[in-house]
């Protein structure tokens, strides 16, 4: 069975801090691994990943993924209050939707 | 504006009421799907429609009936649900029913079950 598990399950961190989200995975045929953003309303997309190795980043945010250790990493620098957010990761693979992580909730105080 | 749309926002009913979740997507998408999304849980797929016909039905209990009149309306159709159906219902298009592909949520429909 297709399984996803992210870690930690929750983090507090103070603005300025710099977070490293964790995603493992365990998927049969792996095609893409998925990160979303989840504030009090729809997930919103933010990378995906289909190569190892190779780091996609937008602003602040950058992921990699290690396709030989079942692993990606979200990383977040110089975290913002409005950075606070339940982060979803999903994987994807064979013909299956996507199936997704329980998040991480990452709460970023002033 | 996420380019899908989902209505009512809001829903509290009854064990024995009927009621149904809409939902709209305006990127001329030929894949949409249900999700359920609980406390502390990970976010369940309930069902996918490709090109009007239902294609995953991911043994969901039958009071709850998908109704996919054409690619662009998805509806969720509630009949004597639980308490236990509380959740936030997401809806998600994508261009294609296809597993690598990037899907595209709406912002939910929090359903209360009382």
């Known amino acids: 069975e297709d399984k996803v598990v992210q870690s930690p399950l929750s983090l507090v961190v103070h603005e300025g801090d710099t977070v490293t989200l964790n995603c493992s995975y365990e998927?049969?045929?792996?095609?893409?691994l998925l990160w979303y953003k989840q504030e009090k309303k729809a997930p919103t997309f933010l990378f995906m990943l289909?190569?190892?190795?190779i780091e996609k980043k937008s602003g602040r945010l950058s992921s990699i993924l290690d396709k030989k250790e079942l692993f990606s990493i979200l990383n977040i620098t110089a975290t913002q209050t409005g950075d606070s957010a339940v982060y979803l990761c999903?994987?994807?693979?064979?013909?299956?939707?996507?199936?997704f992580g329980k998040g991480t909730r990452l709460s970023v105080i002033a | 504006e996420t380019g899908v749309t989902q209505t009512p926002r809001h829903l509290v009913m009854g064990m024995t009421n009927k009621k149904s979740l809409k939902c709209e997507q305006h990127?001329?998408?030929?894949?949409m799907y249900w999700y359920k999304q609980s406390a502390k849980k990970p976010l369940e797929l309930m069902f996918v429609?490709?090109?009007?016909?239902?294609?995953e039905n991911n043994s969901v209990p039958s009071r709850f009936s998908p109704e996919c009149p054409n690619s662009s309306h998805l509806f969720l159709h509630l009949h004597t649900l639980q308490p236990e159906d509380s959740a936030l219902y997401l809806c998600?298009?994508?261009?294609?029913?296809?597993?690598?592909?990037?899907?595209?949520f709406g912002e939910g429909s929090w359903l209360t079950v009382v």
């Open positions: 998600a298009s994508s261009r294609v029913f296809d597993s690598g592909n990037t899907i595209y």
């Open positions: 998927v049969t045929n792996f095609r893409s």
């Open positions: 289909t190569s190892s190795g």
């Open positions: 999903a994987v994807a693979g064979g013909n299956t939707p996507l199936v």
């Open positions: 990127l001329g998408h030929n894949a």
């Open positions: 429609y490709s090109l009007e016909e239902r294609v």
